[in-house]
């Protein structure tokens, strides 16, 4: 039978994000106000309650503000012992008077700081909660935990073995959405819960030697299709997200999109041996009793409520197991072996297009593949690569902890909408007599099939329309654990003239990057390779192109992300090409020309591979 | 003219929440109207509350309840 779990997670924040800003308007700041921290302990004590009388047991993630106030601390103590709760700890909430007079700053994600200052926020952190509780937690988490972060707690803390360690495409876009105000960038994470690696969170492991030793779990369980596109904190396991996303009824206040979401989750099953996840965390400013933009405390309240009813009931009927955070990291290890991916094959259930995504997250990559277009692979980030990417002050990047992507239709075009050709896509152009198709423009349906190591795509064929020639052609995608590839088919299924012959051009467009802004690919190197006859093109955005014919491969060095990604083909008439960018379209091109006649398939191997 | 205050409730801009930002509009009282500080939307209670009508157009399906059996496979 499927499993589906849920982790319910409450912090009993003493000062809420959004919360000190939106009562305190007109007033002068001060975190310390008697009404606020009793506001704020009272929507915690609501949401517990809100789970508990479902039959629901949490996770209560104690804030470092939280550890100070002895109520919040006895009644962590007391729903344990009557609930079964977990007593865990989170690096969210570490704002309060006690926090701002030790470390003289307003920082609060524990990421963005040195690492020196990580390093002393945890121990006293952790100190503070062993001081409380007179033992060491299981679970930690914020929004975002890097791995030299996690590596560190992991060392210091070994009792450590879950945390909330990504929250699912919130990047560029939820930076946006706030104005270009709220600088959590961590697009290219695993949406369900994964085992990072030690060197790169959003990478998972692929073996034990990889392992960071702790069960990473995201922070929301997001639409698939929605987050993608728009703003991600109106789609989420978040009741009051999705009223942020004026998903709701507004005479009845009824939002049957939440129970979409949950079910789609559930759905999800399907597609990895029997287990789907949820969960759910809901910060008690998202609570406030001064409501939150245009929805009253009164529609919060309820759409908290009737969240956690569903919970229950699911459980009642036996369709869903709670879980504790500790309890879940125990489980998932029973369960997961490292290379097993995590696959989502996502339908719109919001917007009424029918459009279908599917996506797949591995040690290697995650991928996502657009029917809408064709089966055209729309992101592509090279975990393979596992890339040191330190975040924080002192570091690089010190907000931006997104993994890299090497396509991403939505910060870089995809398939060619503007001006000056495609944009970063991997899809196929079908060619006849000067006329040409792209299958971005061919929407199709696509069924998921596990054929022992593989995880198969089918899609259904789709119709091509030349003048004089009617082409019905099919694509398989095949994803094979562990090998760090996706294999693409195309076969020709019928032909309204049998003895006809079409080209057929496997492209990919690719660049490097984590927003919506080039960055230099002047150290990128283009290769065709071929038996004795091999050409290199050093990356000058001088638009030269190259290509040879029975070429064995093509490929591209991307040395700002150490990864190498590869296409080969198998097909008849096969030539290699690969294309240099210029400064108005600097993105690469590599690809495969080949010649099909009826019944014929041409296919295709990505391959991407840490450079060095 | 005394300066812009929130409502009890803070609506956000509907023209902005259109393009994807969530910007809190202020009251203007002696116009009885909101405003944005980003875009040139201006409008009474009744008109905030008639966009933000609108903007949920986009969502055809979000009354509808869709049972599990009916995703794909």
Redesign the interface.
Known sequence: MDKFVVNIIHRPEMVPEYAEKVTGHGKAEDIGRKALLTESLDIFKTQQRCAHENGLKTTIQMTYASLFNDEAVALAKEHHEKYGDEIALTLLGLPCKEFREKYKTKDFCIWMFSMEDKKAIVRDVFEKFHERFGFYPESTGSYYMDAELINYIKAQYPTVKCAVATCWEEGPKAYHTCNNSWYTFMDGGPWAPWIPSKVNTHAPAANAAEDSGIVAIPHLSRDLLACYDGNGSNFGTHPQNVLRGMIYDTKTWEFPYLYNLIDQYRHLAKYNNGYSYNMMFVGPGWMNKMGRWEAPYELLLKSYEEGCAYYGKLKKEGKLQDMTMSEFADYYRSKKTYTEPECALWNDILYGSEKQLFWYCDPYMRACVNMDQGGAIVDLRPYAAKLEWPVGIGTEHIQDASYPFLIQEKYRAGYFTHYAGEGTVRSAKVCYKGEEVDLCLCRTKAHFSQNGKDRVLTLDPVDIEFEDLTVKLQSVITFTEGSSEIKIDRKIVEMSDPAAKVDIQEYMVACYGTTEYTEDMSSLKLRVEAKGNSVDIPYEYKCREASREGADSVSCVVPPIKTLVTLKAEGPEKAGFVREGYAFSPMFTLGYTGKLHDKEVFTTWLKVERAD | MAQG??G?????CPAC?MR?????MFYDKDKDEYYCL?CQFTGNEAEV?AM??Q??K?????????P?ED???
């Open positions: 205050r929130k009890r409730l803070n609506y956000r929440f994807d930002l969530d910007i809190d980003r509350l933000n009508e903007i949920k986009k969502y055809k399906v979000m009354l509808k309840r869709i599990l995703y794909e496979d």
